[in-house]
């Protein structure tokens, strides 16, 4: 892990945040960072980093998943795994691994943070416990004509305009949309 928490100290220090918001959440996640590579696994009990991806195809359509646990509608991604050296690259194989969309090409200059409180199970599968995350999302670009499929952590997977957003909708899913779709302008 200490490849990928050196990426994310070095994209975070860089970033420049596209929102108040985004900026204290930045300055809030290189905090925790201070504590070492441990703040980007599920051990750390401040919290720990995951990563996030909005996927969005060539119409300005954005795939959202209906969470199976938390019965809301958000952007894919999740926690970082041992083999991920990049944030970008978490993000990215979390959105392949959801969506199963072959040939996603990601941004690799994240879009927003956002930290939330949730419950998530340890990799070994313990049941669930109260912890933080810090969620660095990307923009994820789906190529033209793809076809996506369910994946077991999700109860529905669809595309939305920003316009026409489903309900229970997570939150800081909303916020993440303008500056994806102002990037890919």
Do not use: N
């Not at 595309?159 to 302008?185: E, H, M, N, Y």
């Amino acid at each position: 892990m200490s490849a990928l928490y050196d990426d994310a100290a070095k994209v975070l220090s860089a970033w420049s945040a596209t929102s108040e918001d985004a900026e204290l959440a930045r300055k809030r996640t290189l905090d925790l960072l201070a504590d070492g590579p441990e703040a980007m696994t599920r051990a750390h009990r401040a919290g720990h980093v995951t990563a996030s991806a909005l996927v969005v195809d060539d119409a300005g359509r954005v795939l959202l998943c209906l969470h199976g646990r938390l019965g809301m509608w958000m952007q894919l991604g999740g926690h970082c795994e041992p083999g991920d050296t990049t944030l970008a690259a978490a993000a990215l194989r979390e959105a392949t691994e959801e969506s199963g969309i072959d040939g996603l090409v990601i941004d690799p200059e994240p879009i927003d943070i956002d930290i939330h409180e949730v419950r998530c199970g340890a990799a070994d599968g313990a049941p669930a416990e109260p912890s933080v995350h810090f969620d660095v999302r990307f923009l994820v670009r789906s190529p033209a004509g793809a076809t996506e499929r369910i994946s077991e952590e999700s109860a529905d997977l669809a595309w939305f305009t920003p316009d026409d957003l489903p309900s229970p909708l997570a939150s800081g899913t909303v916020r993440q949309i303008a500056p994806a779709l102002k990037r890919i302008g």
